[in-house]
């Protein structure tokens, strides 16, 4: 059973374009979760997705950032307009029910020039 | 979300056993104990969680206080692989599961 995948793992980009970080969630897990991690600070959560469902997306910034996780493919994480503060580690995790486990991704290491 | 206190480092020796202490004075009676830990320049990865007993399995132990206000993990025999920073967390086993992470404590281990 394959791990937690996300691409790419790093992804370069220059102020004001587009980011788009991918994340395919391990087999039979229907539950996705994001996370950021800024240089030097800890991990904060971003938003919680079931198919076709944001549950929580407590931790998103109220712009320029959204998700996704459609009936098929990936979940996707689109964050408009990049800025240097963008800059990040983002992790994506599975579970396969609300109250187990998560699978974390390897991550996707986020540079804005 | 109810939170945790760790210590900001610890040390250990190669072969030797690692207690990671955590405080969780206000927990509340459906707050399940998760450990996290993340090594260099990976995504955090599972380590064990318990309600009320103690728990094993084949990375660690956890042992849980009586009165569930603070808790241990136990590496048995550290190694070089295990240095990376563990993570004590609280989740509502009714609510979202997303994860609160703290500062958490970073473990060194020494050769």
């Known amino acids: 059973n394959a791990g937690v995948m996300q691409n790419p793992r790093h992804l370069v980009r220059r102020r004001g374009q587009e980011a788009r970080l991918r994340c395919s969630p391990m087999?039979?897990?229907?539950?996705v979760y994001w996370y950021r991690q800024l240089p030097e600070e800890g991990l904060k959560f971003m938003v919680y997705l079931q198919k076709e469902n944001i549950i929580d997306e407590s931790g998103m910034p109220k712009e320029r950032f959204s998700a996704e996780f459609p009936k098929e493919g990936p979940s996707i994480l689109r964050i408009q307009q990049v800025v240097r503060g963008d800059s990040a580690a983002y992790f994506c995790?599975?579970?396969?029910?609300?109250?187990?486990?998560?699978?974390f991704g390897p991550g996707t290491r986020l540079t804005v020039l | 979300d109810a939170k945790t206190t760790q210590p900001n480092s610890m040390e250990s020796n190669e072969e030797e056993p690692v207690h990671l202490p955590c405080n969780h004075s206000t927990i509340s009676g459906t707050d399940y104990i998760h450990w996290y830990r993340q090594l260099p320049s990976q995504g955090p990865e599972y380590v064990i969680h318990g309600l009320t007993s103690n728990v094993n399995n084949r990375m660690a132990s956890l042992a849980i206080a009586e009165d569930r206000k603070s808790s241990t993990l136990i590496l048995h025999r550290a190694t070089l692989r295990d240095a990376a920073v563990y993570y004590c967390?609280?989740?509502?086993?009714?609510?979202?599961?997303?994860?609160?992470f703290g500062t958490g404590t970073l473990l060194a281990v020494q050769p």
């Open positions: 995790a599975s579970s396969p029910i609300t109250t187990d486990t998560q699978y």
């Open positions: 967390i609280l989740i509502d086993g009714g609510a979202t599961n997303k994860l609160i």
């Open positions: 087999k039979g897990h229907s539950h």
